[in-house]
C-alpha cells in the first residue's frame, strides 16, 4: 500500500495552505464519514459561487496538470480534482489511488476520473464531482494509477 502514498509528477507540490485547512478536520480514525469531511472542504475550494473557477472536459489539461496549477488555477474538472484528492489524502499519511474510467449515463464515450481510498484494509471509492461522492452503476473502471504520469505514458 506504500506504493499509493507517493507523489508523482501531477500529485505533488499540494499548497501548504490546503493540507493547513484539512489538518483542522477532527479525526479520529480513517473512515468514510472522515475522507467525505475532507472531500467537501476540498470541493469548496472549487464551488464557483465562492471562487473564480476554471473548468475543462479536455482529457490531456485535465489530468496533465500539477496540483499545484490545479489549485493556482482553481481548475474545476474530474481529473483536476482527482489529483488534489490524492494529493491532500497522501498528505495525510491515507493510500489513495487514482482511477481512470467512463461515466457512461449520457455519453458511453465520457472520460471520467475519480479515487480509491485504503480505509480499514478496504479500497472505497470516492467521485468528489458526484453530489454525495459515491460512484453509481454509471461509473465504468478502466485503469489505476499512483499519478496521471503513468496514464501519459500509456496514452
Not at 485504503?118 to 465504468?140: E, N, P, S
Request: net charge positive; proline share 3%; with cysteine.
Amino acid at each position: 500500500m506504500d506504493t499509493y502514498l507517493q507523489f508523482g509528477k501531477y500529485t505533488t507540490g499540494c499548497p501548504r495552505w490546503l493540507l493547513d485547512k484539512i489538518q483542522r478536520i477532527k479525526r479520529n480514525t480513517v473512515d468514510v464519514a472522515y475522507v467525505r469531511r475532507v472531500l467537501q472542504a476540498i470541493r469548496e475550494e472549487f464551488d464557483p459561487k465562492v471562487h473564480p473557477i476554471t473548468t475543462t472536459h479536455n482529457f490531456i489539461t485535465s489530468r496533465f496538470i500539477s496540483v499545484r496549477d490545479v489549485v493556482e488555477q482553481r481548475q474545476r474538472s474530474c481529473g483536476s480534482l482527482a489529483s488534489v484528492v490524492a494529493a491532500v489524502l497522501r498528505g495525510l499519511g491515507i493510500p489513495t489511488k487514482l482511477v481512470d474510467g467512463r461515466f457512461i449515463k449520457h455519453n458511453p464515450n465520457m472520460r471520467h476520473a475519480w479515487n480509491e481510498v485504503l480505509i480499514g484494509g478496504q479500497w472505497v471509492a470516492f467521485d468528489v464531482m458526484q453530489k454525495d461522492f459515491r460512484l453509481t452503476a454509471h461509473h465504468v473502471r478502466k485503469g489505476e494509477y499512483v499519478d496521471w504520469q503513468q496514464l501519459e505514458k500509456s496514452s
